[in-house]
């Protein structure tokens, strides 16, 4: 443990007071809408809702985007966010004139991938959500994005996710862990995902994460890994890059939790560069001139700029300045391990079936 990781944990301890006021009024919260003192809307619609319990990157991006390639051929899907750090209020559902900037990159990212879905985002889901079958009538289902922690609106099918390499079982409320919520809230879930799992994993490491989790006897537990794509170019997709140990890398990165991606590169290529930027970053033309600058002082020959998917849908703005840049995206997917998928598929599949079924009788 480096002096940085140390002091932030030593003052993360430090902050214990506030991490159990904080911890009391989230029990006092969730109890009042257990005993039904605070209402939940529940609509006569299939609606999936994909959370986590704590703050930072559990993977929940790459796993609506799953949950969109599964289910998009079959199914009119929606998918709802709140559009965090976008620059405008309330609902609003995407278009092709529509930016990052108005729906938050994810949203965005989710938009470009799947045209086919609509893509809406909206801070008040109890109001979003009847807008969008009203734009909409044809849906099927629709997918709520980081949701499950917002109570207001009770969905039919929930997906947890936790982290490997910090699960919730392991974790305290905030400010000295990384809960917003507490381990109890995952027993309202159907479905737990540990997220960003060694694709080694073995059967005696996942039954002790079980046991951990301590699951009810209604809920599955899944194991994912993280599997990275061929690089593709920012602008020019059809021109890909693959890595190789050969390769220098200067890495754009934006994001919650970059450790992994790190990790990767480390295993990957020659080095790599980092210049990091908070999650979420809006990025600016003096952003891309430094950008430049850094590249431009690795002397390797063989070096490219390499950046998210998240990431990548802030820099598009910039499309003359990048139309020469070696400036590669890495595209990243949920890999479901022991053989699972197929089982989780038919889970989430039989959800909306059943549920259009019941509802039509």
Not at 5 to 14: E, G, I
């Amino acid at each position: 443990m480096n002096f940085n990781s140390f002091f932030l944990k030593s003052f993360r301890v430090l902050l214990l007071p506030f991490a159990l006021l904080y911890g009391l009024i989230i029990l006092i919260r969730n109890w009042l809408y257990d005993k039904e003192y605070l209402q939940s809307a529940e609509f006569n619609f299939p609606i999936i809702c994909v959370g986590n319990l704590a703050v930072g990157g559990t993977g929940k991006s790459p796993m609506v985007e799953y949950l969109l390639e599964l289910l998009h051929h079959e199914f009119s899907i929606a998918t709802l966010s709140r559009g965090y750090k976008r620059k405008t209020k309330g609902y609003a559902l995407a278009n092709e004139h529509i930016t990052a900037l108005d729906i938050g990159d994810e949203p965005m990212q989710f938009f470009l991938k799947y045209p086919d879905v609509s893509v809406a985002v909206g801070e008040e889901r109890i109001v979003a959500i009847p807008q969008i079958l009203q734009d909409n009538p044809r849906l099927q289902a629709i997918i709520l994005d980081d949701a499950f922690q917002h109570r207001e609106v009770r969905a039919g099918f929930n997906i947890v996710l936790t982290e490997f390499n910090n699960l919730y079982s392991n974790d305290f409320f905030l400010p000295t862990g990384d809960l917003r919520d507490e381990w109890r809230s995952a027993k309202r879930s159907q479905v737990l995902v540990v997220t960003k799992c060694p694709s080694d994993i073995n059967e005696e490491k996942k039954k002790k994460i079980i046991r951990s989790l301590h699951p009810t006897n209604t809920q599955q537990v899944f194991f994912t890994t993280i599997e990275y794509g061929t690089p593709y170019h920012i602008i020019h997709k059809q021109d890909q890059w693959i890595l190789t140990p050969s390769v220098e890398v200067l890495l754009i990165c934006g994001i919650a939790n970059p450790k992994p991606l790190k990790e990767y590169l480390h295993q990957t290529t020659y080095t790599y560069y980092q210049k990091a930027f908070n999650d979420h970053h809006i990025f600016t033309i003096d952003d891309l001139n430094e950008i430049k600058e850094i590249f431009q002082d690795i002397s390797a020959k063989n070096k490219i700029i390499l950046t998210t998917e998240k990431d990548a849908v802030r820099l598009t703005k910039f499309k003359d300045e990048l139309e020469d840049l070696p400036l590669y995206v890495l595209p990243i997917k949920s890999k479901f391990l022991f053989n699972e998928g197929e089982q989780f598929n038919r889970t989430v599949i039989s959800f909306i079936r059943n549920f259009s079924f019941n509802s039509a009788s």
